[in-house]
């Protein structure tokens, strides 16, 4: 039996997913958990394509039927793979010819339950855009570079805390030396993917950790929405001092290639200004690796200084770390969020 859903059926349905866009299409962005099972190469999609631009749908889809017909009893194998079960949901980009005509093979082929997308993977992209209207209740840990506050983040989730690793699903850690040693980015459209998942598993009644970041991470942008709710929210700053923050940085870069250090020194060559910029390149020649960092830091205190300076004073909680250790510090200040703010831990 084929049966049509919409996206929010789909999504709760927890049925074995495929995704029969093109190759390409769902490197761009896919419904995280999907499998590829294309029904056409690039290639082929671009004939099918252009054919029906040309000569009509008639002709495209006779084209379309040429190309796939080898493929069937592939795809009822590969989708046997994803679902021994034989129940599967099935989408594609708008969710017309398609999902459609492989939800009709796989019926045929005796699968028990086949469930289509209705209007497809697009319907699924107004859902999560959608979604970041409705931000979750977030305290934000923030801190000048090389505070260490992503491995404070995971220490909090390892205690059982709520906690939402922007950099993580961004693969990049927010700098420009944060692609170094990360594996490829995701395209913004993928990693807002990513990011509705981890958001929409959270529990609503709990507060969230986040890690306080700029619009971009890397070549990805935060939604709006989603950053003004980061702007807004009360700010846990992490006030480690800044040799203590040089070494971090070179515990996490030293293995780095140091070409790749160097473009990065050099990206941010005008912002540091050039004696600066050239100071840390030589630095880095004479494999001097503190002094880079700490030249580094200078720009970067500074502009995140500046961010700091434009939120409320009120909704900031400074804490002078005691510890490196990231699960003793988690410990220390994963009580904050139920703390009523003293005037004390307030700054100017």
């Not at 046997?80 to 796989?106: D, F, K, N, Y």
């Not at 990206?267 to 004479?286: M, V, Y």
């Not at 960092?293 to 939120?311: C, E, F, N, P, S």
């Amino acid at each position: 039996m084929v049966r049509p859903c919409d996206v929010t059926e789909f999504l709760h349905g927890d049925l074995p997913m495929i995704d029969v866009r093109s190759p390409g299409e769902f490197a761009r962005g896919h419904i995280p958990g999907a499998h590829s099972l294309p029904l056409f190469s690039d290639e082929e999609r671009a004939v099918v394509g252009t054919l029906y631009k040309q000569k009509g749908r008639e002709q495209a889809v006779l084209e379309g039927l040429r190309i796939v017909g080898p493929k069937l009893a592939g795809i009822v194998e590969q989708a046997r793979q994803v679902a021994p079960g034989g129940r599967i949901a099935v989408h594609c980009w708008r969710g017309g010819e398609r999902s459609g005509s492989v939800a009709w093979l796989l019926d045929k082929a005796g699968f028990a339950e086949v469930v289509t997308l209705k209007k497809g993977y697009k319907a699924f992209r107004h859902h999560v855009l959608a979604s970041f209207t409705d931000p979750p209740r977030s305290i934000v840990l923030g801190g000048f570079t090389g505070s260490g506050k992503t491995d404070v983040l995971h220490a909090l989730r390892e205690q059982g805390e709520q906690v939402v690793d922007l950099e993580g699903l961004a693969n990049h850690r927010g700098s420009s030396f944060g692609a170094l040693g990360r594996p490829p980015q995701p395209t913004t459209e993928h990693f807002e993917n990513l990011l509705w998942h981890a958001l929409h598993r959270l529990d609503r009644t709990r507060i969230t950790w986040i890690e306080d970041e700029s619009m971009m991470i890397g070549r990805v942008k935060l939604p709006d929405a989603l950053y003004d709710a980061i702007r807004r929210s009360r700010v846990v700053f992490l006030d480690v001092p800044k040799e203590q923050r040089a070494d971090h940085l070179v515990a996490i870069y030293g293995g780095a290639d140091r070409n790749g250090l160097a473009e990065a020194i050099q990206r941010i060559g005008k912002r540091l200004g050039p004696q600066h910029a050239k100071a840390a390149l030589e630095a880095l020649d004479n494999d001097d690796l503190r002094s880079a960092a700490l030249i580094a830091l200078t720009y970067y205190d500074k502009t995140y200084a500046h961010g700091l300076a434009h939120r409320d004073p009120a909704t900031v909680v400074r804490v002078s770390p005691q510890t490196t250790l990231p699960g003793t510090l988690a410990t220390e200040i994963r009580d904050i969020p139920s703390r009523p703010m003293r005037t004390e831990e307030r700054t100017t």
